[in-house]
């Protein structure tokens, strides 16, 4: 798990840095110039809410606080999906099968 982890967090960190060559860290928020792009958003948006929930069942499962996910949220507001990919490479037991 911690390799796909860290492979997604090189390859989405490369991707994000040829996105930000021609354009600044603001060109990625709104107002965006297509339609489109805000159903893109919106869907990332989703997709991180959901990840939250699945990260906040498994912390009740394993009878541990669920209080680190207000900055996992506040940082995927900041610099989006970094922050989640981050919390897995610290959070060691949160998938381990057979913990709890």
């Known amino acids: ?16 840095a040829f996105a930000l060559k021609d354009g600044s ?6 107002p965006f110039q297509e339609r489109f792009v805000y ?9 991180l809410a959901l990840l939250l929930i699945l ?19 506040l940082g995927m507001a900041a610099v989006g999906s970094f922050a989640p990919l ?5 959070e060691k037991d949160l998938f381990r099968k057979g913990a709890a």
Do not use: N
């Not at 796909?4 to 991707?15: F, I, Y």
């Not at 990260?55 to 949220?73: A, D, I, N, Y």
């Open 39 to 47: 159903q893109i958003f919106s869907d990332l948006a989703v997709s």
């Open 55 to 73: 990260f906040h069942g498994e912390l009740k499962r394993l009878g541990r606080s669920p209080k680190p996910l207000v900055f996992v949220f």
């Open 1 to 16: 798990m911690r390799t796909l982890v860290l492979l997604l967090l090189a390859g989405h960190s490369a991707v994000t």
């Open 25 to 30: 860290v603001l060109s990625v928020f709104p």
């Open 86 to 90: 981050v919390y897995l490479l610290v």
